[in-house]
């Protein structure tokens, strides 16, 4: 099992940034797969979740309106689309998986920084 | 919404139990069983210890248990090891299919 994230990087405030997150070894359409970020030094944040069938979308209040979540399943890869970045979104994101009907993280990316600074 | 409320650090002796609190709401932690727990080492993406409220994944030693009474849920380690220093969460689902997590504790072996 493996998730691979990438496309992390340094942005300026208001600016964009793609996020990619390629997935191994599993049943992708089997799992919903999320977004959790942790800024520098702090806990762990939920940001966004798109359902096993891709249907379904779900963004937490801090970030609804500036991250999009998708995903391509055939390439068994998701993406979170930034934009209108503020200094508060500087973190580490990881892409999790979770079972479809479960609500927990069972697999976890290494993570990728995303530092919003001018 | 704000984070599930955890103590900041707890510690103990090696071969001691040491039990992390999650505190929440009737809307989070006391309203669904769906209350699920992560170790994170240093530098490192956090790992399922528990999920469910007091299941365990395989592979995920049976010194770790999971239980929950109202809106407090508890993370047990029995028999503190070294290796076990790190940082818990706890995550609950909040409903509308949002995710909250705790502050995070930070464990360390005497």
Not at chain 1, 76 to 99: E, H, I, K, W
Not at chain 2, 50 to 72: A, C, E, H, L, M
Not at chain 2, 81 to 100: M, T, V
Request: contains cysteine.
């Amino acid at each position: 099992v493996q998730l691979v994230e990438s496309g992390g990087g340094v942005v300026q405030p208001g600016g964009s940034l793609r996020l990619s997150c390629a997935a191994s070894g599993f049943t992708f359409t089997s799992y919903d797969i999320h977004w959790v970020r942790q800024a520098p030094g702090k806990g762990l944040e939920w940001a966004a979740c798109v359902r096993f069938d891709g249907h379904n979308r779900y963004y937490a209040d801090s970030v609804k309106g500036r991250l999009s979540i998708s995903r391509d399943d055939s390439k068994n890869m998701v993406f979170l689309q930034m934009s209108r970045l503020r200094g508060d979104d500087t973190a580490v994101y990881y892409c999790a998986a979770s079972p479809s009907g479960y609500r927990d993280f069972d697999f976890w990316g290494q993570g990728t920084l995303v530092a919003v600074s001018s | 919404q704000s984070a599930l409320t955890q103590p900041r650090s707890v510690s103990g002796s090696p071969g001691q139990s040491v039990t992390i609190s999650c505190t929440g709401t009737s809307s989070d932690v006391g309203g669904y069983d769906y209350v699920s727990w992560y170790q994170q080492h240093p530098g490192k993406a956090p790992k399922l210890l528990i999920y469910d409220v007091t299941k365990r994944p395989s592979g995920v030693p049976d010194r770790f248990s999971g239980s929950k009474s109202g809106n407090t849920a508890s993370l047990t380690i029995s028999g503190l090891q070294a290796e076990d220093e790190a940082d818990y969460y706890c995550c609950s689902y909040a409903g509308i299919y949002s995710l909250l997590f705790g502050s995070g504790t930070k464990v360390t072996a005497l």
